[in-house]
């Protein structure tokens, strides 16, 4: 099937917000278009206009002059309240209820829609289901007894809850630890493949936005974007000099991380051996390892000639990981090979620090048209670059 | 005769105020919630409105009860009337101020997230701001029943309801054996309903306060 180029669901034309009594406008003249089913961040430093033109797309905050469109509609025409029960909205201190439970929070607007109890009561255990939390233990919590990372769970399950085509997410997962905040971000990203929403993405975090945008809005002074973009076009070639800036160092271990370890071409030039099948598959050179694998080709560890005992293997990454966490599995173990595994878990081949120099040289540095973003998906045109 | 005995002889009367006593006050706490909720969620957002409010209820307080009652005597006559509105004026303060307090204390991002979802700013009020304030509010209800047990006993003195008429009695009567017995129960009495509806609010605070904002 040809690619043909995303329908932009969110439309800014020339929008400006200028708030009362402030010298520089917080919005100055924005175009920018989001297309449908992808996630655009905008990112930059604070007080750079990042929340406000969320807030202008829902109409929490009205638009000095300018144009919101949404799915082609201008929304200055709809009513706010109307309007904002079909656009998602999680935002970085939750704003949970709290005197209402986790199932009361996740029904606010299918109740306001007037869904019925049942399909309420089955949506709300839907929706904790994919955002990682056992409906039978958490539906009838309150947000009190939540930790921050659960709360942020339970926000986004909120957001999601009426089915809204559009999302408006203001640092969803700020404020929680990084390695809670890593998985968050991993398990909205696999719910993001299933559900294909539009979605806005709020962040001040640059690693942040390049993991999570299909493309990223670079804010800077004033509510200008200074480039509008992939992933993968910014770090290869940030423009002007503040964004250059922005991006700040080590572009080049930060692009690892827009490749899945599923995009790369694995080297399987490896000895293996099936456990439990006899001698047959030792390796030959002495000093060599061979990868043992059980009888479903999952790895076990490193067997070494002359040794009964395989040694262990440290880690193996999947498809979902990146070239990012590949490397960083090397340098944690002291290695320059790392395992990699089917979706299944079984022995898939090796990526070596080798693979990972050619990868960078190959996507390149500025000057280099594109590269692979993630999801095996590129994005052809720069739209909207205000 | 001592004054169990004198009370054993009497307790009809007295069980009698008491009863009209609580009317009395029921029906000034419940005048004063109905107009010192709305007043106060109409005007706590904004400061000007809000201080004007808080402002003119604080000024009812520092009238001297008495001084009250009588007033209200002109426009009201006498009897249960003029008791009521005065009770209503005294518990507008410590409601409303309690309801502003409450209202304002609802965190920003939680009317943030409702308007968000497209919750309307009625709906806003009534289903997140006023259940969370509710806690505050009833400490002020509380409060306000406090000081009107008390001032409900000067109702007598405008022909109103209640315990005050007995300690009105006795001081009427005062120098025979009976005066003392007299306004010691309108004052027992009182002590006793005080105890009793801070009871009462306890149990109120606790059933009708969410678990997920119990303290
Ligand atoms: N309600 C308001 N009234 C007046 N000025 C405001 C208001 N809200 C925001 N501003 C100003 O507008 C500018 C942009 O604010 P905004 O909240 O959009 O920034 P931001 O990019 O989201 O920053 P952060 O990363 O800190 O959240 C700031 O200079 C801020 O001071
Ligand atoms: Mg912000």
Redesign the pocket.
């Known amino acids: 099937m040809p690619e043909s180029p995303p329908r932009p669901m969110i439309r800014l034309t020339g929008l400006t ?1 200028h ?4 010298a ?1 406008p ?2 100055d003249h924005l175009d920018l278009e989001v297309p449908e089913g992808e996630i655009v961040v ?1 990112v ?12 202008l797309v829902n109409r929490l ?1 009205e638009p000095t002059s300018g144009r919101i469109e949404i799915d082609g509609r201008d929304v200055t025409g709809v009513d706010p309240d109307r309007l904002r029960r079909g656009i998602g909205y999680a935002i970085q201190q939750t704003g949970l209820f709290p005197h209402r439970t986790v199932a009361d929070n996740i029904a606010t607007v299918p109740r306001l829609l007037g869904w019925g109890r049942e399909r309420i009561a089955a949506r709300v255990d839907e929706l904790l289901a994919k955002v990682g939390l056992d409906p039978q233990t958490y539906r009838d919590r309150h947000p009190g007894r939540l930790s921050g990372g659960q709360q942020q769970r339970v926000g986004v399950a909120r957001a999601l809850a009426a089915d809204p085509p559009v999302l408006l997410m ?2 969803p997962f700020g404020a929680i630890d990084p390695l809670t905040r890593e998985a968050l971000q991993e398990e909205f990203l696999r719910l993001q493949r299933d559900i294909r929403k539009t979605i806005v993405f ?3 975090d640059i690693d942040e936005a390049v993991k999570m945008g299909d493309r990223i809005a670079i ?1 800077g002074e ?2 200008r974007v200074l480039q509008y973009d992939t992933p993968a076009r910014i770090l290869g070639e940030p423009a002007e000099g503040f964004v250059a800036d922005f991006i700040g160092n080590g572009t080049n271990v930060r692009r690892l991380s827009l490749t899945r370890l599923c995009e790369v071409e694995v080297s399987d030039d490896r000895p293996v051996v099936v456990r439990g099948s006899g001698d047959g598959g030792c390796p030959t050179a002495p000093g060599s390892f061979a990868l043992l694998v059980d009888r479903d080709r999952r790895p076990l560890g490193w067997a070494e000639p002359g040794q009964d005992r395989p040694l262990p293997l440290i880690s193996h990454l999947g498809p979902e990981h990146t070239l990012h966490d590949a490397l960083d599995a090397m340098l944690a173990n002291n290695s320059d090979t790392v395992v990699v595994t089917d979706q299944d878990g079984r022995y898939r081949g090796t990526v070596e620090m080798a693979t990972i120099q050619t990868h960078l040289h190959r996507v390149g540095g500025p000057g280099n048209e594109g590269g692979p973003v993630r999801g095996g998906e590129r994005a052809d045109r720069s739209i909207g670059t205000s | 005769m001592g004054f169990w005995e004198f009370t054993a002889d009497t307790y009809p009367e007295v069980l009698g105020a008491t009863a009209e006593h609580v009317v009395l006050v029921l029906q000034g706490l419940a005048a004063a919630l109905i107009v010192a909720v709305p007043v106060a969620a109409l005007t706590y957002r904004s400061r000007l409105p809000r201080g004007a409010a808080l402002g003119i209820a604080g000024i009812v307080l520092t009238i001297p009860s008495y001084a009250l009652f009588g007033l209200l005597i002109a426009p009201l006559g006498l009897g249960t009337a003029p008791a009521v509105v005065a009770l209503t004026l005294y518990a507008l303060l410590p409601i409303m101020r309690n309801t502003v307090v409450g209202l304002r204390s609802v965190d920003p991002a939680v009317v943030e997230a409702g308007r968000g979802m497209g919750l309307s700013r009625g709906q806003i009020l009534r289903t997140i701001e006023l259940p969370l304030a509710w806690p505050v509010i009833i400490t002020g209800l509380r409060v306000a029943t406090q000081i009107l047990l008390g001032i409900a006993a000067i109702a007598a003195a405008v022909n109103g309801p209640g315990l005050g008429n007995l300690i009105l009695e006795g001081l009427s009567s005062a120098g025979t054996p009976f005066a003392v017995y007299l306004t010691l129960q309108g004052t027992l009495g009182i002590v006793v309903l005080a105890v009793l509806f801070d009871l009462c609010f306890a149990v109120l605070a606790r059933f009708t306060t969410s678990r997920g904002i119990r303290a």
């Not at chain 1, 708030?19 to 402030?22: A, E, I, L, S, T």
């Not at chain 1, 930059?44 to 807030?55: A, D, N, R």
């Open positions: 917000k708030y009362p009594g402030q520089e917080a919005v905008f930059g430093p604070s007080g750079c206009g990042k929340t406000t033109t969320m807030k905050i203001d640092e709020v962040t001040h804010f004033c509510g």
